[in-house]
């Protein structure tokens, strides 16, 4: 059974969709099978792996508003192991129509039980639009975990209020199972604000926040460009590294969790 991750953040700008293309990527370093899926209409994450905006055939649009298989929505890339269902501008009809729909906040979790019986992956990686809406719902309502990529500023760690709203609905309306992690993004060392907003979302989140943080680096505003992940563009970069060291920490923490949920049977 796939793990699944969505990466979500009201606040645009945080490095949303650079940390599910570089995590997915760096996933796949270690020997595992990668699925991302972009759930913004915006299209980022398709883009930065090289496929234009609506250039797929079947997108997640097909998926959400026609109930299309999600196993034929899914595409190669050029990264072994890494495979990606693309978005499209459709999408932005599901945001205001879904609500309508009974159930509407498991149509993606549904999509996703179907898929588990027709391929295999042990990561499901879900990009969410900067957006409180139907579609991040569908997400969280999906996902063992989520991570919220987070500026160490004041307005990136203000807007994490509502992303805590956010969580305590899904956990009591759909999803009771729902974990989080606080992933510190675009951080400057040099930066006093920067540590001291750090320092404080450690002590205010403690456990729930990841001990990777990725700092500023030019090299991940370039990699898109390349349609290639930081890993595969820069290996060598800093930004590489941490991005590697976040996929180490996440894997040991499903590894731990999983153990936790043997010895409780």
Do not use: W
């Not at 991005?243 to 920490?249: D, S, V």
């Amino acid at each position: 059974m796939a793990y699944v991750i969505a990466i979500s953040n009201e606040k645009g700008g945080v490095a949303k969709t650079t940390t599910a293309i570089s995590l997915g990527a760096a996933l796949t370093e270690q020997g595992f099978s990668v699925l991302l899926m972009d759930l913004d209409p915006q299209a980022n994450l398709s883009l930065g792996l090289g496929i234009e905006k609506n250039g797929a055939r079947i997108t997640m649009a097909n998926v959400l508003l026609e109930s299309h298989p999600l196993a034929e929505a899914i595409q190669t890339t050029e990264i072994e192991r890494l495979f990606l269902v693309p978005s499209a501008s459709r999408l932005e009809t599901a945001e205001q129509s879904l609500p309508f729909r009974g159930h509407f906040m498991t149509l993606l979790r549904e999509a996703l039980q179907a898929l588990s019986e027709k391929r295999s992956f042990d990561y499901i990686l879900l990009d969410c639009p900067p957006a409180l809406g139907s579609l991040t719902l569908n997400a969280l309502a999906a996902a063992h975990l989520l991570i919220i990529p987070t500026q160490p500023e004041f307005f990136s760690a203000y807007a994490l209020r509502d992303m805590m709203s956010l969580i305590r609905r899904v956990r009591a309306e759909a999803n009771p199972e729902l974990a989080y992690r606080i992933l510190v993004t675009m951080m400057d060392r040099r930066n006093r604000v920067h540590r001291e907003i750090h320092e404080q979302l450690c002590k205010t989140f403690a456990q729930g926040i990841f001990n990777t943080v990725i700092e500023v680096d030019t090299r991940l505003r370039e990699s898109p460009i390349a349609g290639l992940p930081i890993t595969h563009y820069k290996g060598n970069s800093r930004s590489a590294q941490q991005y590697r060291a976040l996929a180490q920490e996440l894997v040991e923490y499903v590894q731990e969790k999983s153990l936790a949920r043997g010895k409780s049977l």
